[in-house]
Each structure stands twice: as structure tokens, then as C-alpha cells.
T-cell receptor, first 111, second 114 residues
Framework: DAKTTQPTSMDCAEGRAANLPCNHS???????VYWYRQIHSQGPQYIIH???NNETNEMASLIITEDRKSSTLILPHATLRDTAVYYC????????????FGQGTRLTINP | DTAVSQTPKYLVTQMGNDKSIKCEQN?????MYWYKQDSKKFLKIMFS???????INETVPNRFSPKSPDKAHLNLHINSLELGDSAVYFC?????????????FGPGTRLLVL
């Protein structure tokens, strides 16, 4: 699985959009970008994933650059409950594949 | 209804003891996993079972033995517990045959070895 690089920590004001960057310059053509988050003391939670097109669901939006070497997770209206560690993971999409977690980005939403 | 459940939630035990952690999923998934999160918060895969068959076995001491009695359950038995085994253990499940596989995690079991 390709390696990802994320900032160690970020802050965002409540109600604002939180934009979390991820670099994955060695991503392969068959690898997707996945985002998970871990709220304190809980198990990781799936957020969104994508291949090359931008994706949106009820939780977030995922913007992937045209060269696929980086992406941004967007939480459009961050709330205090979005405070968590966010993990960007690249992996093939099918089959029983292990998730390789990096250090992630510790996002703090401030009131 | 909890999708992926683990018992116990907390486990405090003495070094040298043998203990088991249980995991159950009611999502109808065919694949289950065990991950370990150490004190530095790094999450790492330990094992994975697909249809009761071991398919991922990372470099884990053989004191750890997973057992999958059926597709909905994956238990983790640990022999001769050591201080370094203290960690949070997460169970996860997924439908590996799905077009887009996503893993769902349990709440974790916090193991403290004294």
C-alpha cells in the first residue's frame, strides 16, 4: 500500500469548513483514497473514499487532484463532535485488505 | 443494535495469565479483523479471517491465537500475557466480496497487564 503524509494536527473553528490535506504521491492506478476517523476512545469510523472523481456523502466531501497525488477531506460545517484523529489511507478496494494506519491528523474543533 | 460488539470492554489482569477477547458482528459480513492500538496510538493489523479461514497473519507472537467459530464471530485468545500486551484491541468486519469493501470497527477492548 502507498504511503500517505498528513499534518500532525490542525485546528478549526466550530461552524467553519475543516479542510484536511493528504499527500499520496506514490499511489498506484488501482488504489483508492480512504478516510477514517477515530473519536477519542472509540473505534475507527469510515468517512468516505474515492478513486479520481470528487465524492460527497452525508459526512464529508473528498477532493482528489487530477494527478491523484494528493487529496483533501472537507467537513463543511465542523462541530465539536468532529474533534478526532483523521486517517488518510490508500489501498486497493476489493478483497479482504488490511488497513494501514499512519499517524493521522488530530483535528480539534474550537468553540 | 450494535453492528460490531466486543467483550469485555475493559480487562485488567496479571502477567502470565491467559485471557480471551470476544467479537461478534451482526452485519452479515464474511471477513473479520483484529487490530492493536498501542500506547503511542498506532493502529496495526494483527489477523484477518475470511469465511472462517485465516487470510492475514501479521508478525504477531504465537501467544496470540485467533479463533473463528463462524463468520459472525472472531475471538482472540492470548496466552502468558506480558506487560507489552497492554493496548486497545479493535475488532472489525467487512464484506470482502463487495464491490467497494469498507471496514466497520467495534468499540475496542482495553487490556491492561500488571
Amino acid at each position: 500500500d502507498a504511503k500517505t503524509t498528513q499534518p500532525t494536527s490542525m485546528d478549526c473553528a466550530e461552524g467553519r469548513a475543516a479542510n484536511l490535506p493528504c499527500n499520496h504521491s506514490t499511489i498506484s492506478g488501482n488504489e483508492y483514497v480512504y478516510w477514517y476517523r477515530q473519536i477519542h476512545s472509540q473505534g475507527p469510523q469510515y468517512i468516505i473514499h474515492g478513486l479520481k472523481n470528487n465524492e460527497t456523502n452525508e459526512m464529508a466531501s473528498l477532493i482528489i487532484t487530477e494527478d491523484r497525488k494528493s487529496s483533501t477531506l472537507i467537513l463543511p460545517h465542523a462541530t465539536l463532535r468532529d474533534t478526532a484523529v483523521y486517517y488518510c489511507i490508500v489501498r486497493v478496494i476489493q478483497g479482504a485488505q488490511k488497513l494501514v494506519f499512519g499517524q493521522g491528523t488530530r483535528l480539534t474543533i474550537n468553540p | 443494535d450494535t453492528a460490531v460488539s466486543q467483550t469485555p470492554k475493559y480487562l485488567v489482569t496479571q502477567m502470565g495469565n491467559d485471557k480471551s477477547i470476544k467479537c461478534e458482528q451482526n452485519l452479515g459480513h464474511d471477513t473479520m479483523y483484529w487490530y492493536k492500538q498501542d500506547s503511542k496510538k498506532f493502529l496495526k493489523i494483527m489477523f484477518s479471517y475470511n469465511n472462517k479461514e485465516l487470510i492475514i497473519n501479521e508478525t504477531v507472537p504465537n501467544r496470540f491465537s485467533p479463533k473463528s467459530p463462524d463468520k459472525a464471530h472472531l475471538n482472540l485468545h492470548i496466552n502468558s500475557l506480558e506487560l507489552g500486551d497492554s493496548a486497545v484491541y479493535f475488532c472489525a468486519s467487512s464484506q470482502a466480496s463487495a464491490l467497494q469493501e469498507t471496514q466497520y470497527f467495534g468499540p475496542g477492548t482495553r487490556l491492561l497487564v500488571l
